[in-house]
């Protein structure tokens, strides 16, 4: 009975419990959606203040303002590098094991003609330029009333240096700011025991709703899919934490509540303000994780390009669309582009996919329709591969910037309170012989 006490075996419970719902009872299953939409409505709301919160508590103690830059530039290329390398995984996956092979889904064309005109028009107005200039809010309050995470994160980003740069250490705003940070979390955890009935509403709703049928005629295409982020998970995330000295299992084991969370409900934006105090307790420096974690829910979606990737390769399968490696290599330079922002939420990559067609043209654009039935059940690993890119990428970054503490990563992930930093003695200078002789009389006199 203790083991149904812990976050993640209830939420894991939940799911159990909700596949079966979802296959006995679809069409009761199906109404359960606003429990799932309800919860990460919930989470969603908190966002922008942990966001802000943690951003400019961690930034506004940093004086060395070179190693910030260090630290950015650092980011930027890492995520730049690891989801390069997703997309490649997924196409050579995709490429390899053929799932859209022999579906000749020309027929389907009618009756995806709906679903990918909505689409289209959700990523019609999508351009570089439109994109750089959407992480400026139209003001500082607005910033927060949207819920994008990147205005929220160049606000904060802007008040951190801010005050960084003016606060002296007496000043009442850096105490505000640490005591705002932990109210919103305590808000955190009275929302986060509402997550198996959240968990629990997502999953039966997509399995009342796209169960049976859908999962049969797809069936292949998903397990080449959850492959593919298997292959990234263990084999490229790996890799990347072995050259930083870190075992992946151990970095699962860590994260396994927050991963969870991202599975049942499918959205990794869920999981995000779990893994900013896990991360936090795990030994990363406050500045690394306030920087690189919301930073990489917009830069670093890996599970997202992983998503873009595949989906590519299967619909021109699908489609009987020739697709040469040249054309492949194109595309893959403008899914850097059109990869980024927005996709931690469920259904974001599937709209980032529709907007690379769109922009595009190379395939076509009514084959989106072939996957929006099973969006769903891909979000899952979508999602669950957002969480863990992102938990690696802090835990990678904080340990070359010599920013990571290994002692409370053990304590962490053996579930001990961390250890107390030790107080160095300060050194004491030589005394002179007055000196000497007066604190020895002093001394004396004390006691007697």
Known sequence: MSMLKKLYVQVLVAIALAIIFGLLDPQRAVQMRPLGEGFIAL??????????????????????????????????????????IAMLVGFVVVNVVRPGEGLHAAALDAAAGHTAGVLKAASADFTLTHFLLSI???????????GDILPVL???????????????????????????????????????????????????????????????????????????????IFVILGLVAGLAGL????????????????????????????????????????AVVGFVL?????????????????????????????LPLSQQLALLAVMLVTSKGGAGAAGGALVKLTATLQSTRALPLSGIGLLFGIDRILAIATSTTNVIGNSVAVLVLSKWEGMFDRDKFN??????????????????????PEQHHARANSHASANP
């Open 411 to 432: 304590a962490c992930l053996a579930g001990k309170p961390a250890p107390a930093a030790v107080a160095q003695p300060e050194a004491v200078p030589h005394d002179t």
């Open 294 to 322: 919301p930073a990489g829910y917009s830069f670093n979606i890996d599970g997202a390009c992983l998503y873009m990737a595949c989906g590519i390769g299967f619909i021109a399968q699908a489609t009987d669309t020739p």
């Open 136 to 146: 400026i809010p139209r003001t500082l309050v607005s910033a927060f009333v949207t």
């Open 247 to 286: 075992s992946i299992f151990r970095i699962l084991a860590l994260i396994k509540d927050e991963a969870v969370i991202a599975m049942g409900t499918a959205a990794s934006e869920a999981a995000f303000p779990r893994l900013v105090t896990k991360l936090n307790q795990a030994g990363c420096d406050e």
């Open 43 to 84: 989470l969603k709301m908190m966002l922008g203040p942990i966001i802000f919160c943690t951003v400019v508590h961690g930034i506004g103690h940093i004086k060395d303002f070179r190693k910030l830059g260090r630290l950015g530039i650092k980011t930027l290329i890492y995520f730049e590098v690891v989801s390069t």
């Open 154 to 232: 160049f606000v904060s980003l802007l008040a951190g240096t801010a005050l960084s740069l003016t606060a002296r250490p007496d000043w009442i705003a850096l105490k505000l700011i640490g005591e705002a940070q932990a109210v919103v979390f305590k808000m955190l955890g009275f929302i986060m025991r509402l997550s198996p009935l959240g968990a629990f509403g997502a999953m039966a709703s997509a399995v009342g709703s796209y169960g049976g049928a859908t999962l049969l005629y797809l069936l292949r295409y998903i397990l080449t899919y959850y492959a593919s982020a298997l292959v990234f």
